[in-house]
């Protein structure tokens, strides 16, 4: 089955850096990656996603870039901003199946 | 849409004793996933259900797990009898099968057994 790592496990910003996320994956099948953000107390909840058939997609401040070769993908926050502090879990998949596999999550704080 | 509807969102009970969560998908998704978070162990996928047939359950901790999808727009995930340990957060999530459409994750049912 699929396994996905992904690091760092804890990752400190101050307020306006930059902070990336990267995950990687085992199953080459696999052509789906969203990418969750879960704020205390709550669900996670999707922030972006990319499908194989693409390298990268932007909305505002984030970013994904996919290596389907490497089988890797990162999650890029630009001018990162205190609301910004969450857990972030990537996961992958198969848009023809079902399951998605989730990363282990990564706590990010956004340092004012 | 509403989302995904769980219940309760909190829950309290003593070692020993059933508890039941439930879930209602959202309409139109055909694939539902009971998910357990705890700080050790992460977002743990323990069951899922294409079309109402359990399809994995290989995440099931043990026998006193089960879940059930009786029809389309309703699931229960049983405990019993529960233990301390299970204390976690349990999410259900739905998804439409075959589409590129994530899953959805619920508000979750918080656990505490004492």
């Known amino acids: 089955g699929e396994n996905v790592e992904q690091h760092p496990s804890t990752l400190s910003v101050q307020e306006g850096d930059s902070a990336v996320i990267k995950c990687t994956y085992s199953?080459?099948?696999?052509?789906?990656f969203p990418w969750y953000k879960q704020e205390l107390g709550k669900r996670p909840q999707l922030i972006i996603d990319i499908r194989s058939n693409v390298g990268e997609k932007k909305d505002q401040r984030i970013a994904v870039t996919l290596n389907k070769t490497a089988k890797h993908f990162s999650l890029h926050i630009t001018e990162t901003q205190p609301e910004d502090s969450a857990v972030y879990f990537c996961?992958?998949?198969?848009?023809?199946?079902?399951?998605?596999?989730f990363g282990g999550g990564t706590r990010v704080l956004v340092k004012p | 849409d509403a989302g995904v509807i769980q219940s309760p969102r909190h829950e309290v009970t003593e070692m020993g004793q059933e508890v039941t969560l439930r879930c209602k998908p959202i309409?139109?998704?055909?694939?539902l996933f009971w998910y357990r978070q705890t700080m050790m162990r992460g977002l743990e996928l323990l069951i899922y259900?294409?079309?109402?047939?359990?399809?994995?359950d290989s995440g099931m901790p043990e026998d006193r797990f089960s879940a059930k999808m009786p029809n389309a727009s309703f699931s229960t995930l049983k405990i019993q009898p529960s233990e301390p340990r299970d204390s976690a957060v349990y999410f259900c999530?739905?998804?439409?099968?075959?589409?590129?459409?994530?899953?959805?994750f619920g508000e979750g049912s918080w656990l505490t057994v004492v």
């Open positions: 259900f294409n079309n109402n047939v359990p399809i994995d």
């Open positions: 199953d080459s099948a696999s052509n789906y």
């Open positions: 996961a992958a998949g198969k848009a023809a199946g079902n399951k998605l596999t």
């Open positions: 309409s139109g998704h055909n694939s």
């Open positions: 999530a739905s998804r439409k099968q075959g589409s590129w459409d994530t899953i959805y």
